[in-house]
């Protein structure tokens, strides 16, 4: 299962490999904004599953560890580059060696050198989709970065680019960039974004869903008694967004709405994952769920959505009467 990224000529799998995870802990003060520890031999591998399953669009960013989350993969595509698409993004400073957000920007000279510093962890000289990671930066001042960006194009350095914003102005300012590809927003079967949908359908963009398995709680995994370590952006020094999981823990309405809409995402042998991307697809022709993965078990489980393809109309109208 193919799908367009924008209209940018790149065709990329359906489902996409989510780096945030494999980038490790990193901070924003004492706000927890990693997924945890990790083990780059099992992230590695698990790209190389991805790979190997069908996954061709890898989405990952600068700030992801502090870096770390880039030169993972970098590592992993040493010998694999040809045919993977490579998303990143820029826009957060950070310290690498104390893993800390220092700030932010959206000046052209920093993005020319996030862009640059970039390249050299990802070990690649080009970008296929280079993506604004700042999701309420000012639209008044979002012509200089969409210029920025462009120039980039002009340089050979990245193939396409777009915004990581929930706002749909944001979205289509960036959408008047001839090499403007894609949207990343957050959507999922509990948390629809309707006109976020809308706007991608009208100006055909790909749109990145974001939290497609809300944080994983979509996964199944977690229960009302599940508690999530502290250097985890789930865990209890969890950023203020973080509306699915509170003081560490799911948050009730979240696994409420997840119980009413469980069996008709597992209808047709499917996971509760499965369905759950299953959902997206049908969504839209153009969302692209780039669900978090650092295991090869995820990899593979995740891969498997591909071959059940979107849910039915049916199934679509069920979860919406329960939903709305």
């Not at 989510?18 to 990790?38: D, H, K, L």
């Not at 749109?207 to 370590?229: D, H, Q, V, W």
Request: aromatic share 8%.
């Amino acid at each position: 299962m193919q799908r367009s990224l924008g209209k940018s000529g790149i065709t990329v799998s359906g489902l996409g490999f989510g780096g945030w995870a494999i980038g490790g802990p990193f901070w924003n003060g004492t706000e927890a904004v990693g997924w945890g520890r990790v083990d780059d031999s099992e992230s590695i591998a698990a790209i190389h599953a991805a790979l190997d399953a069908g996954i061709n669009l890898i989405d990952t960013a600068d700030v992801y560890g502090a870096g770390h989350g880039e030169r993972v993969v970098g590592q992993a595509l040493q010998g694999k580059r040809a045919g993977v698409v490579v998303a990143t993004k820029f826009g957060n400073k950070f310290d690498e060696t104390t893993r800390q957000i220092t700030g932010s920007s959206g000046e052209p000279h920093y993005i020319q050198s996030a862009c640059e510093e970039s390249l050299r962890r990802l070990q690649t000289d080009y970008i296929d989709l280079y993506q604004f990671h700042l999701n309420d930066f000012p639209v008044e001042q979002a012509d200089a970065v969409l210029e920025a960006l462009e120039r980039l194009v002009e340089q050979g350095k990245i193939r396409s680019y777009g915004w990581s914003t929930d706002f749909p102005e944001r979205a289509e300012l960036f959408a008047r960039g001839r090499h403007c590809a894609a949207v990343q927003f957050q959507e999922n079967v509990l948390d629809d974004n309707p006109e976020m949908i809308a706007m991608i359908d009208r100006l055909q963009l790909a749109g990145l869903n974001r939290g497609p398995l809300a944080m994983g709680l979509l996964s199944g995994k977690y229960s009302a008694s599940s508690t999530l370590a502290d250097d985890d952006v789930r865990g209890a020094n969890s950023p203020a967004w973080m509306k699915y999981f509170r003081d560490g823990k799911p948050d009730p309405q979240w696994l409420k709405k997840l119980e009413a809409v469980r069996e008709i995402l597992t209808q047709d042998g499917r996971s509760l994952v499965q369905g759950a991307i299953g959902w997206l697809w049908a969504r839209s022709e153009w969302t692209v769920p780039i669900p978090g993965i650092r295991t090869v078990e995820q990899a593979r489980h995740n891969a498997a959505a591909l071959a059940h393809g979107p849910l039915q109309a049916s199934q679509m109208q069920q979860i919406q009467d329960i939903i709305s």
